[in-house]
């Protein structure tokens, strides 16, 4: 049980370090081979793998916000009698933002997080409005 407070603790530090766009500080808790999936076929879209192609997808969603704030609203542990910081994580989370040409941009997302001694190995993310981010996208 101590494994998942720790792992839930670490989990919301994470997007704390996003929400105050302080990226180098969240790929510290990311491993080196981690692996990021984003569905769909939007330009965004597919598999990005290693910590330094992660950060470079990162700077690039988070560059096209001229402001944001991500609020965790959930986050559900799989495994609630962990020991270790190792565990999967679903995170539900939203995000209000302005982009870059002044329009607003909503969404909410669930991730699904495979945590491995206390750093993210896999990322699935879900987000829950498709044309929002089309539109953001300019797609």
């Given amino acids: 049980m101590l494994g998942t407070i720790i792992a839930r603790y670490m989990t919301r530090k994470s997007f704390g370090h996003l929400n105050n766009g302080d990226i180098d500080a969240f790929l510290k808790t990311v491993a080196e081979d981690a692996v990021l999936e984003f569905p769909g076929n939007l330009s965004i879209s597919g598999e990005t793998k290693g910590k330094q192609a992660i950060g470079e997808w990162l700077k690039n969603i988070f560059g096209r916000f001229s ?3 991500l609020t965790v609203n959930n986050i559900y542990m799989k495994d609630i009698f962990a020991f270790g910081p ?13 982009l870059q040409n002044g329009s607003p941009y909503k969404n909410t997302y669930v991730i699904l997080l495979d945590l491995k001694g206390g750093k993210m190995v896999r990322s699935k993310e879900f987000p829950y409005d498709f044309e929002a981010i089309r539109r953001a996208l300019g797609e």
């Fill in 67 to 69: 402001e944001y704030t």
């Fill in 86 to 98: 190792s565990n999967s994580a679903a995170v539900e989370f939203s995000i209000e933002a302005t």
